[in-house]
């Protein structure tokens, strides 16, 4: 598993009806992208996280964020 600042760690909920926990990567800690990661939370608060298989990582892609289609109906 690799992440970079801006990445977003995906926990997804073990117990049917929990939701996914997503927090942002705001530090990586380990070496070449390694665990373990310092996470924002959506309420604010931080930990270090060293995900598990229930995880993964969602990388933040910037060519693809906030594209416009001037030409495109929509």
């Not at 997804?12 to 992208?33: F, I, L, N």
């Not at 604010?44 to 598990?52: C, I």
């Amino acid at each position: 598993m690799r992440a970079t600042v801006g990445d977003r760690l995906v926990q997804h909920g073990r117990v049917v009806g929990r939701q996914d926990q997503v927090s942002e990567v705001v530090e990586v800690m380990g070496t070449e992208g390694s665990p373990p990661y310092r996470v924002r939370f959506p309420d604010g608060h931080e930990a270090v996280m060293s995900p598990g298989p229930d995880c993964e990582i969602k990388h933040d892609d910037i060519r693809h964020r906030d594209v416009k289609y001037p030409d495109a109906e929509r």
